[in-house]
């Protein structure tokens, strides 16, 4: 939980390392730990979107996969993203692209161009092989880069999406003035992350127990400071982006994590996970504390979204 506030008062260069550093760790997780996900729960890699009020047991009979394809529905029509012919969009990013379910989804649904872009070598060349036998090679591609210097011209793409990749970032500032670079005016953004939860009155950080809850999450998965989806707003706001909406969706989470425990300790599972390595064990051992993060308050499943106004408006 200390690496931006290291980063801050660290050297450019220095900070630079450790950006690296974190990078090459979350590359490494992905890479060891995308093929056990895959074999267990298929191409979508992040949060199923259930209806609210569920029992916990519900985790034991509800079609996971299906959820998963309703974040993204509701994600889009949350934001706002059209669906007529004329107006939809027709050059994505995603950002963080997994092993390519999101894009793939995209671009059936659009009829769109995407491009899915990931630090892990792994994802990169899993998500190509699936989508060639999709036969949506020529309209999705993938390619290994870095959402805080995306290699992509100013004004490119009518729609970002990123779907739980936020929390990575060790820069939110760098990250949101990258996606505002390349997209288009007009177009719009939309950023699902998990954030802490806001500040109250007289509160200047969070309280020691949930930083040492939030440090031993960020360990675990290679995540840098978390923060609160008001800090996305506010610098959503100061980067002249126009209809700023968020929301706090997790309320409709809630079964996930138990699923993905569930999932883990079943045959498959435990024989996957020993298979992978140390780095996913270890990754699979702190899902409880993600339960913990959501059950108390401290985590929230986040969404934010924005328009680049069109120049002149």
């Known amino acids: 939980m200390r690496i931006m506030a290291a980063a801050?008062?660290?050297s450019p260069s220095a900070a630079t390392g450790m950006f690296s550093e974190l990078n090459n760790g979350i590359a490494h997780f992905y890479d060891t730990s995308s093929g056990v996900w895959e074999n267990i729960w298929g191409e979508h890699m992040h949060h199923g979107y259930y209806d609210p009020g569920l029992?916990?047991?519900?985790?034991?009979?509800?079609?996971?996969?299906k959820a998963q394809v309703r974040m993204i529905e509701e994600s889009l029509k949350w934001a706002g993203i059209p669906d007529e012919a004329e107006s939809r969009p027709k050059k994505i990013i995603d950002v963080g692209c997994g092993i390519g379910g999101s894009s793939r989804h995209l671009a059936r649904k659009y009829g769109a161009e995407v491009v899915g872009i990931t630090l892990s070598p792994h994802q990169a060349q899993r998500a190509t092989s699936i989508t060639s036998a999709a036969g949506l090679?020529?309209?999705?591609?993938?390619q290994v880069a870095d959402a805080l210097n995306q290699p992509f011209p100013d004004n490119h793409f009518d729609f970002i999406w990123s779907m739980e990749s936020g929390e990575h970032m060790p820069d939110k500032e760098k990250f949101m003035a990258e996606l505002v670079r390349v997209t288009k005016p007009g177009g719009r953004i939309l950023i699902v992350t998990w954030c802490h939860r806001e500040l109250v009155e007289g509160e200047n950080s969070l309280t020691p127990s949930e930083e040492k809850?939030?440090?031993?999450?960020?360990?675990?998965?290679?995540?840098p400071a978390w923060c609160p989806s008001s800090k996305y707003v506010n610098l959503a706001h100061r980067m002249g982006l126009?209809?700023?909406?968020?929301d706090d969706w997790t309320e409709n989470i809630t079964l996930f994590w138990p699923a993905v425990i569930l999932s883990a300790f079943t045959l498959r599972g435990v024989v996957g996970l020993v298979k992978s390595g140390w780095t996913t064990i270890k990754g699979a051992l702190a899902m409880s504390y993600m339960v913990k993060g959501y059950n108390?308050?401290?985590?929230?499943?986040?969404?934010?979204t924005a328009r680049k106004p069109i120049q002149g408006s």
Request: hydrophobic fraction near 45%; aromatic fraction near 12%.
């Open 8 to 10: 801050a008062s660290a």
């Open 55 to 65: 029992p916990r047991r519900a985790a034991f009979t509800v079609d996971h996969v």
């Open 137 to 142: 090679s020529s309209k999705v591609r993938f």
């Open 213 to 223: 809850l939030l440090k031993k999450v960020c360990d675990a998965y290679y995540l």
């Open 242 to 246: 126009e209809d700023v909406r968020s």
């Open 296 to 304: 108390s308050g401290l985590i929230k499943f986040a969404l934010i």
